[in-house]
């Protein structure tokens, strides 16, 4: 079957770094992506990686192992509302988005 | 209209109805879909379609119907609610299908008791 493994929960500190990490076991791969949600809310597009390496965006990067089955995205000088869930989705070789039950990040002061 | 709506925000609905939510969306995306997220489960597509016309099954479609007669609309229906499809549901839209950037509505929770 397809699978996408996340950490269910993680804290970090205000002003430090922390790296999600995301596996999957999918019928083919047509790109990853991470999606940011916070509490209540609608998911947003924060990334999407189809090559192996990191794609930087200001304090967020997004790496990628596609012989791995691996990815990461990696959160700078956090910021309080960074606290939310991200969501790691991956396409298979039928162009079918697979998610990831996502991890919720906790930022404490 | 700025990108997706969905109505109602929220409703308490009780077993045996039949409900539709409705997403309306902007972009003139070709592609929408319906997800329910539940506590620990993520996001799970109950239905999709591609372009106006054309619909079909994701993961949980069983117990919803949709339809889309025009690019903006998609309409998700519940024949008759049963106390497992409470959740949260999401309609989202995209340009060029599901492996692409999604746009996401704000969510409509229903409760059905």
């Known amino acids: 079957g397809q699978n996408i493994d996340q950490p269910t929960e993680m804290t970090a500190t205000e002003g430090a770094i922390v790296q999600i990490n995301c596996t999957y076991q999918t019928s083919g791969f047509n790109g990853l992506f991470w999606y940011q949600q916070h509490a209540g809310e609608a998911p947003t597009f924060l990334s999407y990686n189809v090559l192996d390496g990191l794609e930087e965006k200001g304090r967020f990067s997004s790496f990628l192992s596609r012989s791995k089955g691996y990815s990461y995205l990696l959160l700078k000088e956090l910021q309080m509302k960074d606290s939310a869930s991200y969501l790691c989705a991956v396409g298979d070789s039928n162009y079918q988005l697979i998610w990831g039950a996502g991890t919720k990040l906790i930022i404490k002061p | ?113």
């Open chain 2, 1 to 113: 209209i700025a990108g997706i709506t969905q109505a109602p925000t929220s409703q308490i609905l009780a077993a045996g109805r039949r409900m539709t939510l409705r997403c309306t969306q902007d972009m003139r995306h070709n592609a929408m879909y319906w997800y329910r997220q539940d506590l620990g489960l993520g996001l799970r597509l109950i239905h999709y379609s591609n372009t106006a016309g054309t619909t079909g099954k994701g993961e949980v479609p069983d117990g919803y119907s949709v339809s889309r007669a025009n690019t903006d609309d998609f309409p998700l229906t519940l024949a008759s609610a049963v106390p497992s499809q409470t959740s949260v549901y999401f309609c989202a839209s995209s340009d060029r299908g599901m492996v692409n950037e999604q746009f996401f509505g704000p969510g409509t929770r229903l409760t059905v008791l």
